[in-house]
């Protein structure tokens, strides 16, 4: 994740650019206007490549999907797909961003996907008045920065913090949790929010850093702590492997995380471990979406649709309608955006003044993991 890289990719390109995940649908039709008869752009900004590009993959298809759709119903207003892949590096992000921005044809853009790129790129994107929608990005105080173009479709860790207390206060009857987060804005912030909520039955706190691979100083004092529930806010590529060697190491707590573990990868690196976890997110199951948007979504791609696949292609939408209906540049983009009101796949998508989606709209779900597959457990009320 050392390299700025901004480039719209066809179909052969973006299998190639999803390292180490399922492959795409065999064609591409929005990831290059090819006759260059599109004038106008939208861009899905995230991790395509690198350690936790399964997170980004689900976003990008569901993105591309809705651009399919939109230009198979309107022709004659139709949209290049631009890709820009920050593999979910904050130092790779603002020059990304700087070339979207410099790209005047890009009227929105799907992401940042993460907190961390968000947060170092959400100043170029003010600059250049180009209105962004998050479909995953969870850090509160993304919308206290005073952006003015910046949006999400979900609910941020001030939401899935309380959630989460709730849950393995009430729901996993624990009486003794140990945290642990992986240093990143994302991980921090939620790490911070969960244990406010946990209060007095957090025993612990530990933090690892992102590529680390030897957890072994932080499984001996989890296991001696002997906590009930183990909360990692971070990851699934540090995740995996630290479930795994808490297991290998004599740890018998109940393994609990956020959406940042919400993918395969996390499975793959915990191998057994994986067994029993729970996972909370921001995010509906894909069979709790309306409409055809699974069915469509397993058409495209040959898959189910996975994290945070529903708010993405939300979010692509509000931009597609803007264009359907006229828009034409990035000041009614945004006034487009600000002002829209309309029912999604994932929920009622409607922003408030920081751009924030309309509180009384957010879920939180939890997930178990069975049979080395994720599946939905409850929402949490």
């Known amino acids: 994740m050392r390299r700025t890289l901004l480039r719209t990719l066809t179909g052969v390109a973006v299998a190639a650019a999803l390292v180490g995940t399922a492959a795409c649908a065999p064609s591409d039709k929005s990831g290059d206007s090819g ?3 599109c004038t106008y752009k939208i861009a899905m900004m995230g991790p395509i490549t690198g350690d936790n590009a399964g997170l980004g993959k689900p976003i990008y298809q569901a993105v591309k999907l809705a651009v399919d759709k939109h230009n198979a119903a309107k022709a004659d207003k139709c949209v290049t797909l631009v890709q820009s892949d920050d593999k979910g590096d ?4 603002p020059g990304l961003a700087s070339n979207l921005v410099a790209d005047t044809n890009v009227l929105g853009v799907v992401g940042p996907a993460f907190s961390g790129p968000t947060s170092a790129s959400g100043d170029i994107f003010e600059q250049g008045k180009l209105p962004i929608i998050s479909a995953s990005a969870t850090r509160p105080d993304l ?5 003015t173009t910046f949006h999400r479709t979900l609910g941020n860790d001030a939401s899935q913090g309380p959630a989460v207390g709730k849950f393995i206060k009430e729901s996993l009857k624990a009486e003794k949790v140990y945290l642990i987060d992986d240093t990143t804005d994302y991980g921090t912030g939620l790490s911070e929010q969960a ?3 946990l209060g007095d039955t957090v025993i612990g706190l530990e933090q690892i850093q992102p590529k680390q691979t030897d957890f072994s100083a932080v499984v001996a004092k989890v296991k001696t702590a002997a906590p009930d529930v183990v909360f990692f806010a971070g990851y699934y590529n540090e995740g995996g492997p630290l479930a795994k060697q808490l297991k290998a190491g004599g740890v018998e707590a109940t393994f609990v995380g956020p959406d940042g573990i919400k993918d395969q990868g996390f499975i793959t690196g915990a191998a057994e471990a994986a067994e029993g976890a729970i996972v909370t997110c921001p995010c509906i199951p894909a069979e709790k979406a309306t409409g055809t948007f699974a ?3 397993q058409a495209a791609f040959g898959e189910e649709a996975g994290t ?3 708010e993405a292609f939300d979010a692509a939408n509000v931009f597609l309608d803007g264009i359907a209906a006229g828009v034409t540049d990035r000041a009614k983009m945004l006034e487009h955006v600000k002002a829209y009101d309309k029912a999604g796949v994932s929920k009622q998508i409607k922003f ?3 751009g924030e989606i309309d509180k009384s709209v957010i879920v939180i779900w939890t997930y178990d993991i069975k049979d080395g597959k994720i599946v939905a457990r409850e929402e949490i009320k």
């Open 35 to 37: 006759d260059g008869s």
């Open 90 to 93: 904050s130092a790779i992000a």
């Open 143 to 147: 919308s206290t920065k005073g952006w």
């Open 195 to 197: 244990s406010a909520a």
């Open 295 to 297: 069915a469509d979504y």
């Open 308 to 310: 945070y696949a529903a």
């Open 352 to 354: 408030d003044a920081q």
